[in-house]
Structures are given as C-alpha cells and as structure tokens.
C-alpha cells in the first residue's frame, strides 16, 4: 500500500534551519508531482511547495520563499523541504503529499 513518512521535525531557534524528509512507498514516486503542506491548529492546510515528477520545476507559497528548498532524490524514493531562517509563524505540522496520499506529519516548531 502507499506509504509517506516524514521525518526531521523538531523544536530549532528562530533563524535556524532544518531539513525535512519524506520517504514514499507502494507507488512510482518518479511518475508523480509532490507536495509539501503545512497546519497549524484551527488552520486548514497549506501548500509550503510543491516539485514536479524530475524536479526541474518547483513552486513555493510566497510566505516560504527565498528560505524553503523543495528536492526529490527519484532513486530513493525520498522528498526533501531545506528549511533555513525559520520563524515562529512557519511552527506547524507538515506533511507530505503524493499519489492522493498524505503522511502521518512532522511537527516543526520555532521557538526561542
């Protein structure tokens, strides 16, 4: 069955940086776009950027970007979100999205 686990959350400094990962299963992860989203509680979610099946194309929310970097790495089936000068507005849960599919979610929180 499909599968995305996330991993890489954590509680970082404002200005600090953190690298996501998403590592796909049960589907060809080459044959699909990906997506990173984030929700902060009462919130729906938000797309953060999304990657296109051979990541030549990529596009972020305009509150990410400049700071957040989008990669996949086809060969090992895993997406990853390069997350540098983060700020207490970017503390959600992001998940990654593939195939119809969502991930059990990484908590990211920013805080001093």
């Known amino acids: 069955q499909v599968q995305l686990v996330e991993s890489g959350g954590g509680l970082v400094q404002p200005g600090g940086s953190l690298t996501l990962s998403c590592a796909a299963s049960g589907f060809t992860f080459s044959n699909y776009a990906v997506s990173w989203y984030r929700q902060t509680p009462g919130k729906g979610r938000e797309l953060v950027a999304a990657?296109?099946?051979?990541?030549?194309?990529?596009n972020y929310a305009v509150s990410v970007k400049g700071r957040f970097t989008i990669s996949r790495n086809n060969a090992q089936n895993t997406l990853y979100l390069q997350m540098n000068d983060l700020q207490p507005e970017d503390t959600a849960v992001y998940y990654c999205?593939?195939?119809?599919?969502w991930g059990q979610g990484t908590q990211v929180t920013v805080s001093s």
């Open positions: 990657i296109s099946r051979n990541g030549d194309s990529t």
């Open positions: 999205s593939a195939y119809g599919s």
